[in-house]
Antibody
Framework: EVQLVESGGDLVQPGGSLRLSCAAS????????MDWVRQAPGKGLEWVGR??????????EYAPSVKGRFTISRDESENSVYLQMNSLMTEDTAVYYC?????WGQGTLVTVSS | DVVMTQTPLSLPVTLGQPASISCKSS???????????LSWLQQRPGQPPRLLIH???NRFSGVPDRFSGSGTGTDFTLKISRVEAEDVGVYYC?????????FGPGTKVDIK
């Protein structure tokens, strides 16, 4: 059974950094692409970025709104994918979901506020 | 960027009756590999999104067959043959044919 568990959400000040984790189980992480998607409070869904699989050298793509500030990485030994978020802005406040094989995690809340 | 629009944005439905949501993309979603990466997601209140349909018409595992998807190119439709109480929530279409991936604004389905 595919399971995705996000963690690391927190309250952070504007300009700060945070790293989110997504622990994956039930599938071979290296074989699959992984997406991060976010949802601001009371709003719709916004794609954040993608990490392709090992066969495609784990290359990444990012939404224009986060490119240059956010970075996706993986640790196959930990069966985890990470979202490093730097230079955070108030508009980055959202629940962040990781997505793989059509499955979504429960999300983790990031609040950017002074 | 590909802009996704949905109509209606609000859909009151009667239990047991059919429902239909339209999704249009600003560009063709036919990918270079010949596939059309148009998905439908359901988000029940207080829950994360859940994939219902991928590549226009393919039901995801565990999705009841009362949900169906259709369409081509830039026009797509999600149909619920007979609405049940558990179908209340917001429905999103999403394209993954081009970067950045984009979502429609969502259609809120509730019971009359």
């Amino acid at each position: 059974e595919v399971q995705l568990v996000e963690s690391g959400g927190d309250l952070v000040q504007p300009g700060g950094s945070l790293r989110l984790s997504c622990a994956a189980s039930g599938f071979t992480l290296s074989d699959q692409l992984m997406d991060w998607v976010r949802q601001a409070p009371g709003k719709g869904l916004e794609w954040v970025g993608r990490s392709r699989n090992k066969a495609k050298s784990y290359t990444t793509e990012y939404a224009p709104s986060v490119k240059g500030r956010f970075t996706i990485s993986r640790d196959e030994s930990e069966n985890s994918v990470y979202l490093q978020m730097n230079s955070l802005m108030t508009e980055d406040t959202a629940v962040y979901y990781c997505v793989a094989l059509g499955h979504w995690g429960q999300g983790t809340l990031v609040t950017v506020s002074s | 960027d590909v802009v996704m629009t949905q109509t209606p944005l609000s859909l009151p439905v009667t239990l047991g009756q059919p429902a239909s949501i339209s999704c249009k993309s600003s560009q063709s979603l036919v990918s270079a590999d010949g596939n059309t990466y148009l998905s439908w997601l359901q988000q029940r209140p207080g829950q994360p999104p859940r994939l219902l349909i991928h590549k226009i018409s393919n039901r995801f595992s565990g999705v009841p067959d009362r949900f169906s998807g259709s369409g081509t190119g830039t026009d797509f439709t999600l149909k619920i043959s007979r609405v049940e109480a558990e179908d209340v929530g917001v429905y999103y279409c999403m394209q993954s044919s081009q970067y950045p991936l984009t979502f429609g604004p969502g259609t809120k389905v509730d019971i009359k």
